[in-house]
């Protein structure tokens, strides 16, 4: 997924430095904000802040204490590049949590390293999915709240597996675990390839799943990609026994055996039109309505929530 990175500065100077050291590569994406502005910068929640201390109207610390009391950006890292060479300055603007002061001026190659290398320990600290490798809680709800702001119109996909605990009793943790990792590749697999590169991938955790398409996105085409890809290739997590049967034989607490079907996937959509949700927690209701609601079918199935927003703003 492309970093949004944005770049504090009054002139087109260092950014044309980063697009220039950048240029091969496509997953780095620059916005420059002048300091009048700083207000965009925090409210798109971006990867990373890089501050010209040397170009601002107003003072650098009292820049660095903007961005650390918005809450969307408590752990957004920040680079600072300043012509300022004085130790004691250095250090008031380091105390302020700044991850890195580069001074001028800049060696490409440094701060070609230092910013590759802030986004890949930031990567790395946000991977609270280690099974999956995706984000967790935290980012989804910043991404959620990210659109919101923005007033973007979006789609949330929430995945679940169906009969999942059955698998798990009658296989094992470690065979469940390959079949959630199974899913999130499928997940992403079919967003990267189905959207218009602005999709996002969560791991909630355990078997539940999310996804954020544009509302431009074909969606219901790929919740019916996933659903026929996961159809096709879960059956190799099952015994070939279990596959011609159809279903599982799983003894429940009084030793009586039950018939449990194989494990499906549930996506519950909620189409998330402009101003119809003012929170996270609203959307994150409709999901789970939507999706107990796609779980009421048997197999694999999805089912949208397309309702729309009536009020005048």
């Known amino acids: 997924m492309a970093q949004s990175i944005y770049v504090i500065d009054n002139d087109d100077t260092l950014k044309s430095i980063l697009n220039k050291i950048f240029k091969e590569e496509k997953d780095y994406k620059f916005k420059k904000v002048d300091t009048k502005r700083i207000d965009i910068a925090l409210k798109n929640i971006p990867s990373l802040i890089l501050i010209n201390e040397d170009t601002l109207d107003e003072d650098i610390l009292e820049v660095c204490k903007k961005i650390r009391s918005n809450e969307d950006n408590s752990i957004t890292p920040i680079i600072v590049i300043s012509s300022n060479k004085e130790k004691q300055h250095r250090i008031s603007v380091l105390k302020e949590c700044v991850e890195h002061y580069i001074k001028s001026p800049i060696d490409e190659e440094y701060l070609y390293y230092t910013v590759k290398n802030v986004i890949r320990l930031l990567y790395i600290n946000r991977r609270v999915s280690p099974l999956t490798g995706l984000p967790g809680n935290v980012q989804i709800q910043a991404e959620m ?9 979006f789609v949330m996909l929430y995945f679940d597996l169906d009969n999942f605990k059955a698998y798990n009793d009658v296989y094992g943790f470690l065979n469940g675990d390959e079949i959630i990792k199974f899913t999130g590749k499928t997940i992403v697999r079919n967003i990267e390839g189905l959207t218009s590169g602005d999709g996002f991938v969560g791991h909630i955790g355990g078997d539940d799943f999310v996804a954020i398409v544009s509302v431009n996105d074909n969606y219901e085409y790929i919740c019916q990609n996933i659903i026929a890809e996961f159809e096709k ?5 099952f015994n070939a026994d279990d596959v011609e049967k159809g279903y599982l034989e799983v003894p429940n607490r009084r030793g009586i055996i039950e018939e449990f079907p194989l494990t499906s996937i549930s996506v519950g959509v909620v189409v998330a039109d402009k101003g119809r949700f003012h929170n996270v927690l609203e959307i994150g209701e409709a999901g789970a309505q939507v999706k107990h609601l796609a779980k009421t079918t048997m197999g694999s199935a999805y089912s949208i929530d397309r309702r729309k927003h009536t009020e005048e703003k």
């Open 233 to 237: 290739e879960v059956v190799k997590f």
């Open 145 to 153: 709240k990210k659109r919101l702001l923005n007033k973007e119109g």
